[in-house]
Every structure is written in C-alpha cells, then in structure tokens.
C-alpha cells in the first residue's frame, strides 16, 4: 500500500471527527441538569435555572438534614448517584425512571409536553435529576434546596425533550424531610 499525503490529511481528518464525537458524548454523558460544575464535578454553589418552588427552611442544623437526606431519596425509591458531603448535597443525575415516584404518575411530576398519545412522560424514556442541597443559615437553622428536572426521549432515538417539574416531588420530597428530621 502506497501512502500519499492525501492517506495521511484523510487520516488525520478521521481521528479528528471520532476524537470531536467522543467529547461530544463525554460532554452529554456529563450534563447534570443544572446541579453539578461539569468541569469539576463538584455541586454548583446555586442551581441554574428557576426553582418550582422557594427553599424550605428547618429548625435544625445543616449537619443533621445532611444525614437525613438518604432515608428521603429511600423512601421516593430514588437511587442516590451524587454525594457531595462538603457542599451537603446529594441526589440522582439523570437516572432512568420507568415507574411512578411517591406514588404519583410522572406525567404530574414532570411537564415534557404532549404528542398525540398523551404526555411524553408517560410514553418516553425519562432521565430525572432530583438534588437536595442543605445549606446552614445559623446553627441551628438549615435552608434545603431541592431542584427536580428531566429529559425524555422517544423510545430508541437520541433526540429528547427538556421537562419542567410541575413542584409536586418537591413538595413531597420536602414534606418527608421534615418527617425525617422530626425523629
């Protein structure tokens, strides 16, 4: 095999596509939904975006809503993936759900807009991100930012939909903090 300038300039122009197509997927593969510093892998200081609703405040210090937080993402059957133990926050990044959460059908939970079969969360693949970040007002007071968002994608296509929370986890997730918190 004869190799020409032209061989090595279409080479180099390949490596440089596969090598710009796998950042592409790292970078989607690492979104976060607005929770997490991409570069760092750290929790942001504040979630980007608008919040579905104003953060809780508790009469109890940051340290033990922190230790409370797993028995509340137990009890949504949500699976941890994140835990930020300097930044007291934690939560699930874009897990898989296929099933209701706090017994609520997602389509209530999450607006990803409407086809011609009902709401997308109810027909599509849905990516939540559920994050709770304690953050100490006082000694003896906590402000808990919850932030609830998803992505939904028709079944087998990589093209998807932003969904907006409707509060409800939110308010539920809050309401079994507060529980939590209170044994």
Same mark, same amino acid.
């Given at each position: %095999?004869?190799?020409?300038?032209?061989?090595?300039?279409? &080479?180099?122009?390949?490596?440089?596509? *596969?090598?710009?197509?796998?950042?592409?997927?790292?970078?989607?593969? &690492?979104?976060? &939904?607005?929770?997490?510093?991409?570069?760092? =892998?750290?929790?942001?200081?504040?979630?980007?975006?608008?919040?579905?609703? *104003?953060?809780?405040? $508790?009469?109890?210090?940051?340290?033990? *809503?922190?230790?409370? $937080?797993?028995?509340?993402?137990?009890?949504?059957?949500?699976?941890?993936?994140?835990?930020?133990?300097?930044?007291?926050? %934690?939560?699930?990044? !874009?897990?898989?759900?296929?099933?209701?959460?706090?017994?609520?059908?997602?389509?209530? /939970?999450?607006?990803? =807009?409407? =086809?011609?079969?009902?709401? #997308?969360?109810? !027909?599509?693949?849905?990516?939540?991100?559920?994050?709770? !970040?304690?953050?100490?007002?006082?000694?003896?007071?906590?402000?808990?930012?919850?932030?609830?968002?998803?992505?939904?994608?028709?079944?087998? /296509?990589?093209?998807?939909?932003?969904?907006?929370?409707? =509060? !409800?986890?939110?308010?539920?997730?809050?309401? $079994? /903090?507060? #529980?939590?918190?209170?044994?």
């Amino acid at each position: %095999m004869r190799i020409t300038s032209h061989t090595v300039q279409a &080479g180099i122009a390949a490596t440089i596509m *596969v090598l710009g197509a796998a950042r592409l997927e790292a970078q989607r593969a &690492g979104e976060s &939904g607005g929770a997490i510093d991409s570069k760092s =892998g750290r929790f942001l200081n504040e979630f980007t975006g608008v919040p579905a609703r *104003v953060p809780d405040t $508790l009469a109890v210090s940051d340290a033990r *809503v922190f230790a409370a $937080l797993p028995a509340v993402f137990s009890a949504l059957a949500v699976p941890l993936t994140v835990v930020d133990s300097s930044a007291k926050a %934690m939560g699930a990044v !874009r897990v898989l759900v296929r099933r209701p959460i706090a017994g609520q059908r997602l389509s209530l /939970l999450l607006e990803c =807009g409407t =086809g011609s079969y009902g709401p #997308n969360a109810e !027909r599509y693949s849905v990516q939540l991100t559920l994050v709770a !970040r304690a953050k100490a007002i006082d000694s003896t007071h906590t402000e808990v930012m919850t932030m609830v968002r998803g992505d939904a994608a028709p079944n087998g /296509l990589s093209t998807s939909v932003k969904c907006a929370s409707s =509060g !409800r986890l939110e308010d539920r997730f809050a309401e $079994l /903090l507060r #529980n939590e918190v209170a044994r």
